[in-house]
């Protein structure tokens, strides 16, 4: 069974950082699709940032510019998101997803419809 485990959410001025943390267990994710989507309350989950475990390739989404990092321990099952400058707007629950299907590739699908699994939720909340 395929477990998805974030950890790293928590609380944080204006301008600070935040690192999240995902590790996988269950399977191996190496040439898949992962990465991180968040949810603002009453709205569908939006796509932050996607890597491709195969090839490395990063996808950052203009929602959040250069400030986030995505970066992956592929001999851990692990991917990273480093948030920097952070902003009253990122404040949001932020969820780790991964795609089981093989992909060559990439690019990785940005709607969340396309992640077979996820991960918890882990919370993040920005303040002045």
């Known amino acids: 069974q395929v477990h998805l485990v974030e950890s790293g959410g928590g609380s944080a001025q204006v301008g600070g950082s935040l690192k999240l943390s995902c590790v996988a267990s269950?399977?191996?994710?190496?040439?898949?699709?992962m990465g991180w989507f968040r949810q603002f309350p009453g709205k569908e989950r939006e796509a932050v940032s996607l890597i491709h475990t195969g090839t490395g390739n990063k996808q950052l989404f203009e929602s959040v510019g250069g400030r986030f990092i995505i970066s992956q321990d592929v001999d851990n099952n692990t991917i990273y998101l480093q948030m920097n400058s952070l902003e009253l707007e990122d404040t949001a629950m932020y969820y780790c997803?991964?795609?089981?299907?093989?992909?060559?590739?990439?690019?990785?699908?940005?709607?969340?419809?396309?992640?077979?699994?996820w991960g918890e939720g882990t919370q993040v909340t920005v303040s002045s």
């Open positions: 269950g399977y191996t994710f190496r040439s898949n699709c």
């Open positions: 997803a991964a795609d089981r299907r093989i992909q060559p590739r990439g690019p990785c699908y940005m709607t969340s419809r396309a992640y077979n699994y």
